[in-house]
């Protein structure tokens, strides 16, 4: 249901932006690493940005994997936030988890999949993709996000749906492809 004092936050400008800024930053550290072929040392991402004020009805810490202590707010520390996204990319596993507010949350979690999920996974998909697909599904998930450690392949997904770009193809958007 929704009503004239819901916030949409699916298409809110602010929310907008903080989607672009991520999506670039996950399109910068795969153009930047290159050599997909040595997926065992190549970085990978999961983030979700979420309207909730909790996600622990649906999501479990993952172990001692947590977010640096600076960049935890992209919109405000640019490069903060490249680089701990660069750092938890390449050395920890889990989702970070975003409020629609711009500030991540600072431990890293592993997404139970919602009950009764119908979507279709694509051949490409790993365990990270489809965990994003599912979970994008949620009511109180805004969007998620995600960097391929086998390909470089960035992906956004929301309400099931999603859109996929490989290295060969980022930037194409700016240039009317």
Same mark, same amino acid.
């Given at each position: ?20 800024v ?10 930047g ?53 660069? =750092? ?40 990270r ?13 805004v =969007? ?6 086998? =390909? ?12 996929? =770009? ?12």
């Open positions: 249901m929704s009503g004239p004092l819901d916030i949409a936050y699916q298409s809110h400008y602010r929310v907008g932006h903080l989607q672009a991520i999506r670039y930053c996950l399109e910068g550290i795969a153009a690493f290159g050599e997909w072929e040595d997926a065992a040392a190549a970085p990978g991402a999961y983030l979700a940005v979420v309207s909730g004020a909790s996600v622990a009805d649906f999501a479990d810490p993952m172990g001692d994997n947590y977010w640096p202590e600076t960049g935890r707010e992209p919109l405000e520390e640019f490069d903060a936030f490249y680089e701990a996204l660069r =750092t938890v990319a390449s050395d920890c596993d889990g989702a970070a988890v975003m409020g629609v507010d711009g500030v991540i949350n600072e431990q890293l979690v592993r997404f139970r999949s919602p009950p009764d999920v119908e979507v279709e996974y694509e051949p490409w998909m790993g365990a993709h489809m965990s994003a697909l599912d979970i994008s599904t949620r009511d109180d998930v =969007t998620t996000l995600t960097l391929s450690e086998e =390909t470089g392949r960035v992906t956004v997904f929301q309400n099931g749906t999603f859109e996929s =770009t490989p290295p060969e193809r980022f930037g194409d958007r700016w240039r009317g492809r």
